[in-house]
């Protein structure tokens, strides 16, 4: 059976309801309808208390032209929805990536992008965008544009990976664990200031008080190493692994590695997430289980999300 590590997150979550004796097969079942069944969650509240921009409306381009598993208007509608109602206006992308289609915005996001669009086809692991693509996105930060790169574990990290590359973030393209750190409501990944796995970064700090992080969750994602002058905002441990594709029977360790990294490039900006379900907020499967993020008030992915624009943005220093 193909490994389906995209809602394994989601069978962890059925875990605590569901009787030993059922077993496995029963999860594998849950975990086999899950992608074809994540939709966005209809329930979500996307209003923010303190909107950073009430004057000025930051452009952000919303990609959705290579084969994207999110889009603003489906499976990372609460991301959009949230930093709309914190005063930034999204504009879904259509076009392939050009000094023409980038000219104008801010900020730049992309969302699980693929090489083909299903999910389960060789392809799909093709690079998604062309070497001109990657080149004028580059560029466009070079020159003072802010991208927000997600890319989720294999075989979206393969798609990914030529332009991560531009600006030096290499890609495992593999399944990420780490059980030594898991949170205890959630069952999957903990970064934390108690574990210090959440490092320090305007980003973590927020403005003030009140947007301090504190514990942030990813849901499986992949591994990331940036360049030397990158800054690591979820740091993996050195219980970490990495489960590499196809089936995730080979592990090799994620010592040393992050899902997420902030770098600056020239006059621009970048952040680079290892892990897409820790921005938004889904429903999956037939029980329409949530899962996501933006779902848990025991944790600040909430906050962490809207921290990330503003750093991009330049709200934070």
């Known amino acids: 059976m193909r490994f389906v590590s995209m809602s394994e997150h989601i069978c962890r979550m059925y875990r605590k309801f569901v009787p030993p004796l059922i077993g496995a097969l029963l999860l594998l079942a849950v975990a086999a309808v899950a992608i074809g069944q994540q939709i966005p969650d209809p329930t979500f509240n996307a209003s923010v208390e303190r909107p950073a921009f009430t004057k000025k409306h930051p452009r952000v381009l919303f990609d959705e032209a290579h084969h994207n598993f999110h889009t603003a208007g489906g499976r990372y509608k609460a991301f959009a929805d949230l930093i709309t109602s914190d005063g930034y206006t999204v504009t879904p992308g259509k076009e392939k990536f050009s000094k023409k289609t980038l000219k104008g915005f801010d900020v730049l996001v992309i969302s699980n992008a693929l090489g083909a669009a299903d999910l389960d086809t060789p392809e799909a692991n093709n690079s998604a965008f062309t070497e001109e693509e990657c080149?004028?996105?580059r560029d466009w930060v070079r020159s003072g544009?802010?991208?927000?790169?997600?890319?989720?574990?294999f075989?979206?990290?393969?798609a990914t990976g030529s332009l991560a590359r531009r600006f030096g973030v290499e890609m495992s393209n593999a399944y990420t664990d780490d059980e030594a750190n898991y949170d205890k409501e959630l069952n999957n990944i903990l970064f934390s200031r108690e574990?210090?796995?959440l490092m320090d970064h305007p980003i973590t700090r927020g403005r003030d008080a009140n947007e301090?992080?504190?514990r942030?969750?990813?849901?499986?994602?992949q591994s990331l190493k940036g360049p030397s002058d990158s800054s690591v905002l979820l740091k993996l441990s050195d219980t970490a692994i990495d489960r590499l594709p196809p089936d995730g029977k080979k592990t090799m360790s994620a010592a040393g590695r992050a899902q997420g990294l902030a770098l600056k490039l020239g006059k621009g900006r970048v952040v680079v997430m290892g892990e897409a379900a820790m921005l938004t907020s889904q429903?999956?499967?037939p029980q329409k289980v949530k899962f996501g993020g933006l779902n848990f008030k025991t944790i600040d992915n909430r906050q962490l999300t809207l921290n990330i624009m503003h750093w991009l943005s330049k709200v934070l220093n």
């Open 135 to 137: 080149d004028a996105v």
């Open 145 to 153: 544009g802010a991208l927000l790169l997600i890319a989720d574990h």
């Open 155 to 158: 075989p979206i990290g393969g």
């Open 195 to 197: 574990n210090k796995l």
């Open 212 to 214: 301090r992080i504190n």
């Open 216 to 221: 942030v969750v990813t849901f499986t994602g």
């Open 283 to 285: 429903l999956a499967g």
